[in-house]
């Protein structure tokens, strides 16, 4: 299984702002992806984060709203931006080995509260 | 569109008890189906993947089935310990969906010292 680590851990952020969550993984991997868990309910994918080229997003989340990169097979960013109270959850970075059908692994995950 | 129900939603045992935690899923074209287990406010823990031509798989005291033809897994924790205090997701991989995992609302469980 691989290590994942996200930054930060959590944050407390203001309207309007933007916050850039990093997660970095022990070993190259294929298949990144990032998940949005918002209080109270389960995990929804909100894009697949390919390395070299744009992510590839689920229905309901834009590129304006939700930028990611991913510049090498171990490292990836995603951004909230313009953030509303409605933006409050947990963000979790995943990962899977060489195909998108092996078992996937999670980071710890990164608390955001938007005031 | 695929829907994963998780019951019950929680479930509250005291130590030592054998308990079966369920999972079924509405279009059972599924390539696999995993396991988590979440502690409150972390990240998810996976415990057991299934592809769909297993019928179960086991790591120490759990052990995971799955019927694909009805729809059904479910996760058997054998007697289980107040550690054992966590939110079970299961989750679903459609043959057609590529990345995407369906998530169920998961099953929050206590166990009592």
């Known amino acids: 299984s691989a290590v994942i680590s996200q930054k930060p851990s959590r944050d407390i952020c203001q309207r309007g702002t933007s916050l850039t969550i990093q997660c970095q993984v022990d070993?190259?991997?294929?298949?990144m992806f990032w998940y949005r868990q918002q209080p109270g309910q389960s995990l929804t994918l909100i894009a697949t984060?390919?390395?070299?080229?744009?992510?590839?997003?689920e229905s309901g989340f834009v590129i304006d709203k939700f930028p990611i990169s991913r510049p090498n097979l171990t490292f990836s960013t995603l951004t909230v931006s313009n953030m509303s109270p409605e933006d409050s959850s947990i963000y979790l970075c995943?990962?899977?080995?060489?195909?998108?059908?092996?078992?996937?692994?999670f980071g710890p995950g990164t608390r955001l509260t938007v005031l | 569109k695929q829907e994963v129900t998780q019951i019950p939603a929680a479930l509250s045992v005291p130590e030592g008890e054998n308990l079966v935690l369920n999972c079924s899923f509405t279009?059972?074209?599924?390539?696999?189906l995993q396991w988590f287990r979440q502690d409150p406010g972390k990240g998810l823990t996976s415990l057991l993947l299934?592809?769909?031509?297993?019928r179960e798989q086991t790591s120490g005291r759990l052990n995971a089935s799955l019927d694909k033809s009805s729809g059904r897994s479910t996760l058997y924790i054998a007697a289980s310990q107040p550690g054992d205090s966590a939110t079970y997701l299961c989750?679903?991989?459609?043959?057609?969906?590529?990345?995407?995992?369906?998530f169920g609302e998961g099953t929050q469980l206590t166990v009592n010292p």
């Open positions: 995943s990962v899977a080995g060489t195909s998108v059908y092996n078992e996937q692994f």
């Open positions: 070993s190259q991997v294929t298949m």
């Open positions: 984060a390919n390395q070299g080229s744009e992510a590839t997003y």
């Open positions: 279009d059972s074209a599924i390539y696999n």
């Open positions: 299934i592809q769909s031509s297993q």
């Open positions: 989750a679903v991989r459609r043959e057609t969906s590529g990345s995407r995992l369906t």
